[in-house]
Each structure stands twice: as structure tokens, then as C-alpha cells.
């Protein structure tokens, strides 16, 4: 992980210009083969596409301005001796904090993202703050209502806190052990200097100050969502769903075919619950716990804004090890045989 | 632990292009506009369940929300004053103001909702188990295609409808594997937005089937009788018609759960 340290570079190198038009160009030419060997004519095929991408987009749009401004609020209000007085001495008892500060902040897994970004600009240590990405989107009273109302207080309810609860929390806990912010996250995500810290700002400077601030936010992480749900709409368009289900039964495969799912259809976690439940029959127990555990933390959106925060090893962790960590907690429930 | 302050980091202004800062003042009142156009004219129901009380006052928040900033930024673009971002908020880049005019690009489409084409894979015709639902207290002849799939769910044994009326509308849908007097009567049900959506329907035995238009929505009287519909499907309710009438797509397309 050391390695990242040298690499960092403050503006596009030459390097990154050519991955990513290489990527670009690549995804370019998947869907106009896609497209070419659709049956469906090029207008409905577009027709669709911008039904589906702006469907997803004005949906994820509130909480993306909503993350914007909370930002910019603690950009404007919150200072270091806050951050400081909050957080437990203790950086592991503090990594498990993390993973309940949704509560104090209710965002989703698109509001998440930018309120996280702040924090860690305030000094937030990046394990506290990676426990918070990836349990907030379900760990706060919004969701929760809404897993109630479509489970009631059953077994869904408390798999679906328990494994969100520990694999955050593991997750958070494994970045601890790496004490240098700068090889995990992007320059513009952490500060290297220790500042000063000055007196609070008045209310009106301050809500100015937030203006300015989250206006430029919604441009930074609203590049990478808007990305990630042309991306998200591309699959969906393409990738039929249903193809998806077929050839999920099986204890393990049907807990592997609903985290696909989860991450290709990036369903804001505020309604996921109501989403899963046309699946209740037909899946297994323990792939729907994961769908519900997996896709909050991560999903096609939610990845997008992550590299626009970390670097790009850290976010292969990021997605890779909840990846991991759901899939064995679905198949180890549908080993044991919990049924709701 | 070591904690870093970062608060109050060097103020330096970061001058950004002029023209950079009309875009985005451009962009975010753009965006909120199409927001409140989408609205008034009651197109977000395309997109996204505006049934859902939060869902429909989130997108109205969205509006002014998005004003307010861009207005700002307009105001600031106009009349600039010393602002104080501080150093690490990195640069606006073109690219990102580029992108993010991408939704008013595509808005500029003449707006659909999902229709028969949308249809990637199936319909699905298996009960539905959802728990809260009530279709029970609903009269038959007011049960939508959500409502019957989920009277199937709560019944288990659908035998026990038959010789039940149908009123239902929907579009129509074939798959290959479908004879010629068959068709599908569906809709989209949708929870939060289409990324959520997916197709249901009720099978359908029909004579006048073959000249029913493929997309086309209709409306649909008749019974239910327990059959096979495909080779290989279980047993599930068919709906004989009495009636089946070409009709307008209704004011909301999707079927919201």
C-alpha cells in the first residue's frame, strides 16, 4: 500500500489521460455492439435508456444536493475541536463509532459519500470514516423505518443490522491498522498541514460560505454519480434482470446473483426493502439478507463516487472486501438454515 | 490517535474561469428547473413513484434547493467578491460541468415512461408474496394486475377464483413461446423509481388476440380460469375475456407498490 505514496500525482498525468479514455472507448464500443444486436430499434433503445438513467438520477438528486449542503455546513461550522470532542480516544473504539454515526446523520449511499469526504477533511481518520460510508446508508432512522414497515421486527430486520454492523465495522477495523491518510485517500480529500484552528464563524458568513462550498460539491461528487447511473441505466437497459434470477437458485449462487443485482440496480437504500420483497419467495433467506446488507454499501453509484474520495486500490478494497464479507454471511445463513 | 486540523486551511481563492462560472450557475438553475417542470406537468411520474409522500416532497425540496444555489453562484458570477474556498476543494473542472448537463440533454427526449419495448427478459406472471399488502379487501372488479398477483400470494391456492371477474388494464405482451391466441396483460411496478421497476402481468387466452397490437393497452373484462398456460408453467390463473378494448395509456403508467 506504500507504493500509492509516491504515485500521487495534483493533476492528470499523461498516464491517467490514456486509461481513461482507453476505458471510456472501450464502454463506447460495448454498447454500440450491445445496441447493434438488440432487436429493439436505436429510438426505443434510446427512449428507454434516458427513461431509466433519469429515473434513477432525479431519484438519487435530493440526496446528492441534501449531502452537498450538509458538507458544506460542516465545512462552514464544524471545527476541529468538535471532530476532536466527538470521537473516542480510542481509534478502534472510535472505528466502531463510525459505523453508528448515521444516526446522527441520516444520509443514504448518496449523501453518504460527500458528508464523509468533509470529515475526512476535518480529520476524520479515514477507518472511522469508511465504517460511517458503508454502514450509514442503512444504520439510520429513515431506513430502518422502512425495513420495519416491510419485515416488521423479524429476522430480516435484525441479519440486516447485524452483518451491516460487522462487516462495516471489519472493514473500518482492517484500514485502522494503516495510520497514513495519504496513501488511501485523493490529495484533495485530506490536508497534510496541522492548522491552526480559529474562532467559529458567524451565521450569516457561514451559511454564505456553505452556499459557495456545497455549490462546487455537487459538481465534484455529482460527476461521479451521474456517471454511475449512465452506467447503471446502460446495464439496465442491456442486462436483463430476469436473466439474472434464472440462474439464481442454490445456496451460494442465489446470495452471488442478488449482490450483482444489488450493485447493477444502485436502488437507493431508503427503499430497497420494499424492492426485495417480490424476492422473499423465491430467493433464499440469506441472499436477501445480503442484497439488503450488501447493495447500501455498495453499488454501481455509490463506487463511482468512491474513486472521486479514495484512491483507486483503496476503493478496489472498499468494494471487494463487503463483497466478500456479505457473501459469506448469506451462504453461512442459508448454511445454518434461518428461514423468516 | 493523531488528529489533523484542517479547518481553517489557508484561505486561498481559487480563481475559476469566468465562463466556467456561468455554466455552473447555468447547469444548477437548469437542473432545478427541469425539476419543477418535470412536476408541474406531473412527468416525474415517468421516473420516479411521486405516490410516495417522501419521495414527492424530497423532489420538491430539490427545486429550491437548487435555485438557491444557483442563484448564488449567478449572483457571485456577476458581482464577484473575495470568496474564501479554501485550497484543497479542488479545481471545477470542465469535465464535471460537462457531465452534469447531461440530464438536461436528455430531458430534452420527448419524456416516456416503460413500456412493452422496456420489457428486457419476462413478465412475471408468479404470485406475488407481499406481506402488507390487503387485496383482499379490494372488489375484484377494482383489482389491479398487482392487486390479483398478490391475491394469488396470499391465497396460495388460486383454484379457489375461479369463475372470478377480471376488470383490468394493461399492455399487451408476447413471447416467442406463446401461442397465437395468447398474450400477456401487463404493467410496470415500481416502488421508488425504474430503477426499481420491473414488468408483472396476467396471461390472457384470447381469439382476437393476433390482432392486438404488440405495446398497445387495453382494456380487459373476463373471467378467471386455472390452467397451463405455457408447456412447463405451473398451474396459474388465466383470464378468459369477454371484452378486450383498445384504450388510452393511463395518467400514471406504472402500478406502484
Not at chain 1, 440526496?63 to 481509534?91: C, H, M
Request: net charge neutral; with cysteine; glycine share 8%.
Amino acid at each position: 500500500m506504500t507504493s500509492f505514496a509516491s504515485s500521487k500525482t495534483s493533476g492528470p498525468s499523461f498516464g491517467r489521460i490514456f486509461i481513461t479514455s482507453a476505458v471510456v472507448i472501450a464502454v463506447v464500443a460495448l454498447v454500440l455492439l450491445l445496441a447493434l444486436n438488440d432487436p429493439r430499434s436505436p429510438e426505443t433503445l434510446l427512449s428507454i435508456f434516458a427513461t431509466r438513467f433519469l429515473g434513477i438520477l432525479i431519484e438519487a438528486l435530493p440526496f446528492l444536493v441534501l449531502g452537498t449542503l450538509v458538507s458544506g455546513l460542516i465545512e462552514a461550522f464544524i471545527r476541529q475541536e468538535d471532530v476532536l470532542r466527538l470521537l473516542p480516544k480510542n481509534r478502534y473504539l472510535a472505528t466502531i463509532g463510525g459505523a453508528f454515526m448515521g444516526l446522527i446523520f441520516p444520509v443514504c449511499e448518496c449523501g453518504v459519500v460527500p458528508v464523509a469526504r468533509r470529515l475526512f477533511t476535518k480529520g476524520l481518520p479515514v477507518s472511522v470514516g469508511v465504517a460511517f460510508l458503508l454502514a450509514a446508508p442503512f444504520m439510520n432512522p429513515i431506513v430502518f423505518a422502512s425495513t420495519y414497515i416491510a419485515f416488521g421486527f423479524g429476522p430480516i430486520f435484525i441479519m440486516r443490522f447485524v452483518v451491516t454492523a460487522v462487516v462495516a465495522i471489519s472493514v473500518g477495523l482492517l484500514f485502522a491498522l494503516n495510520r497514513q491518510p495519504e496513501t488511501l485517500l485523493q490529495p484533495s480529500s485530506w490536508q497534510k498541514e496541522v492548522l491552526h484552528t480559529g474562532p467559529r464563524r458567524g451565521l450569516r458568513e457561514g451559511l454564505q460560505y456553505t452556499l459557495a462550498i456545497a455549490s462546487n460539491e455537487f459538481f465534484e461528487m455529482g460527476r461521479y454519480l451521474y456517471v454511475g447511473c449512465l452506467l447503471a441505466a446502460t446495464m439496465q437497459t442491456f442486462v436483463p434482470q430476469e436473466a439474472l434470477l434464472a440462474i439464481g437458485n442454490g445456496p451460494v449462487l442465489s446470495v452471488l446473483v442478488m449482490q450483482l443485482l444489488a450493485f447493477i440496480l444502485s436502488i437507493c437504500s431508503t427503499v430497497d426493502s420494499f424492492f426485495v420483497l417480490a424476492f422473499v419467495n423465491t430467493f433464499t433467506t440469506g441472499s436477501v439478507v445480503s442484497f439488503l446488507s450488501f447493495g447500501p454499501m455498495v453499488d454501481i453509484k455509490s463506487t463511482m463516487m468512491f474513486t472521486g474520495v479514495f484512491r483507486r486500490r483503496t476503493v478496489l478494497y472498499l468494494v471487494l472486501l463487503p463483497f466478500v464479507m456479505n457473501l459469506f454471511a448469506g451462504v453461512l445463513i442459508n448454511a445454518l438454515g434461518i428461514t423468516f | 490517535m493523531e488528529i489533523r486540523d484542517y479547518t481553517q486551511q489557508a484561505n486561498i481563492g481559487i480563481k475559476q474561469n469566468s465562463w466556467q462560472n456561468w455554466l455552473k450557475s447555468l447547469v444548477l438553475l437548469g437542473t432545478g428547473l427541469y425539476m419543477l417542470v418535470l412536476l408541474l406537468t406531473g412527468n416525474i411520474g415517468h421516473y420516479v413513484n411521486v405516490a410516495n409522500p417522501s419521495i414527492q416532497w424530497l423532489s420538491w425540496l430539490v427545486v429550491p434547493l437548487l435555485l438557491s444555489l444557483g442563484g448564488w453562484s449567478l449572483w457571485r458570477t456577476v458581482k464577484p467578491a473575495p470568496t474564501t474556498i479554501p485550497a484543497n476543494q479542488s479545481r471545477l473542472t470542465t469535465t464535471a460541468l460537462v457531465i452534469c448537463t447531461l440530464p438536461l440533454i436528455l430531458g430534452l427526449l420527448p419524456s416516456r415512461p416503460l413500456g412493452a419495448d422496456a420489457v428486457n427478459g419476462g413478465v412475471n406472471i408468479a404470485p406475488l408474496g407481499l406481506t402488507s399488502a390487503s387485496s383482499g379487501d379490494i372488489a375484484p372488479e377494482d383489482r389491479t394486475v398487482l392487486d390479483w398477483l398478490r391475491e394469488f400470494g396470499r391465497l396460495g391456492d388460486p383454484t379457489v377464483l375461479n369463475g372470478e371477474t377480471v376488470d383490468v388494464i394493461g399492455f399487451v405482451y408476447r413471447e416467442l413461446d406463446m401461442a397465437d391466441d395468447q398474450f400477456m396483460v401487463a404493467r410496470f411496478t415500481m416502488s421508488c423509481c425504474v430503477a426499481d421497476a420491473y414488468a408483472i402481468g396476467l396471461p390472457v387466452i384470447y381469439d382476437g388476440a393476433p390482432d392486438l397490437a404488440e405495446g398497445g393497452w387495453v382494456h380487459i373484462q373476463g373471467t378467471l380460469q386455472v390452467g397451463t398456460f405455457r408447456p412447463g408453467d405451473d398451474p396459474l390463473p388465466i383470464i378468459l375475456p369477454t371484452l378486450v378494448e383498445p384504450t388510452e395509456e393511463p395518467d400514471t403508467a406504472y402500478l406502484y407498490s
